[in-house]
């Protein structure tokens, strides 16, 4: 179905949301670092990032802007435990970030939101 780039520290949680969208026909990548994802992007631009705020020493606050800045940040589903409505706003006005989603959520409503993600950049190529 589509090609995602899942950035996330906890490997455990990772795997799980790897093995989920896999089942659900995507073929999926997994980076523990923004360092590590910007190496699988220079591989292969994904048609959805899925990624964390909060990697140890890396900000996505920071590195997400960083990769829209360079033209390098491809659709992105920010998703992670530090949610709230005026950070959810900020980080949605980053260009190509598609969306939000706060930890813990449920298999269905990632799936969801994948789905709408991907909905939406179709929109915008075809033009409608």
């Not at 591989?43 to 990032?49: I, K």
């Not at 909060?54 to 996505?60: C, F, I, P, T, V």
């Not at 813990?104 to 409503?109: K, L």
Request: proline content about 5%; aromatic content about 4%.
């Amino acid at each position: 179905m589509a090609d995602l780039l899942l950035v996330d520290d906890d490997a455990r949680l990772a795997e799980l949301c790897a093995w989920f969208l896999a089942r659900s026909g995507h073929e999926v990548r997994t980076a523990g670092s923004y360092r590590e994802a910007r190496e699988l992007l220079a591989e292969r631009v994904p048609q959805l990032m899925l990624a964390d705020l909060d990697l140890g020493a890396e900000s996505g606050r920071v590195e997400l802007r960083n990769l829209a800045a360079e033209g390098l940040l491809p659709p992105t589903l920010v998703v992670s435990g530090y949610l709230d409505a005026a950070l959810g706003a900020e980080l949605e006005a980053i260009e190509n970030v598609c969306g939000t989603l706060p930890k813990p959520f449920d298999p269905g409503e990632l799936a969801t939101r994948v789905e709408l993600c991907l909905a939406r950049e179709t929109a915008a190529e075809g033009g409608g």
